[in-house]
């Protein structure tokens, strides 16, 4: 998806300058091509933050359904709270469509996300993305994206958005992640962490630390666990 946790993030800073309402799974912001195994459903929980006082929690559930092999079908919910008190809640719809599997040699894919909040009933966010998964080797992914974002409190509300990542299997239970990204109109940002999947099974743990994740604080720390069944 663009991430509904870029949008929310962007809303995490905004809050301060801007009435409240204000987007790969989970928290990181770079997406890959591929979706969940079919038949397969997973919730991805994290809470970022930005300081002791300002930060968002999410909730995102996903499923792709066996009939429909290559649609994953999700929803995010993030609320997020700054250190004066100001705070809102978004909700809303978040679909990929994998259209090249990466076992061909190279995945490509179709994401769109939107987000509404919940106390003014308007949009705050959307984003459409080209997510590109090029495989190198056994160990290494390269994410690739491009696409549109729209955040109504950002100062350019229609954005082009595009970003880098590295997985890299260090174990085969620990996965080393960096990535870069930028939304038009605001800095560059980062982040580098670690996902922990014990015994390959269906929970997996991040550790993730970043810059300007938003295009504007200075650092962010984010936890999340995913649960498939």
């Not at 974002?149 to 299997?169: C, I, M, N, T």
Request: contains cysteine.
């Amino acid at each position: 998806m663009v991430k509904t946790f870029l949008g929310a993030a962007i809303l995490a800073s905004s809050l301060f300058i801007a009435p409240v309402a204000w987007a790969s799974g989970n928290e990181h912001v770079v997406d890959d091509a591929t979706v969940e195994t079919p038949g397969v459903c997973h919730l991805e929980a994290w809470t970022t933050r930005f300081s002791p006082r300002q930060g968002l929690v999410n909730l995102s559930p996903a499923c792709t359904r066996k009939a429909w092999p290559r649609l994953e079908l999700g929803a995010g919910i993030q609320h997020a709270w700054t250190a004066d008190g100001a705070s809102d809640t978004l909700a809303g719809p978040a679909l990929k469509l994998n259209l090249l599997p990466e076992e061909k040699g190279l995945g490509l894919g179709l994401a769109g996300s939107a987000a509404y909040s919940v106390r003014a009933g308007r949009l705050e966010t959307a984003g459409l993305i080209v997510p590109l998964t090029i495989p190198v080797g056994q160990r290494l992914r390269i994410n690739l994206n491009a696409g549109w974002s729209y955040s109504r409190v950002a100062a350019r509300r229609d954005a082009a958005f595009y970003g880098a990542q590295a997985e890299l299997s260090l174990t085969r239970d620990l996965t080393l992640m960096a990535e870069s990204f930028r939304r038009g109109g605001s800095r560059p940002g980062g982040q580098l962490g670690l996902r922990w999947n014990p015994a390959g099974g269906r929970f997996d743990f991040d550790f993730v630390a970043g810059r300007r994740i938003d295009g504007d604080s200075p650092r962010a720390v984010s936890l999340g666990v995913t649960v498939r069944r």
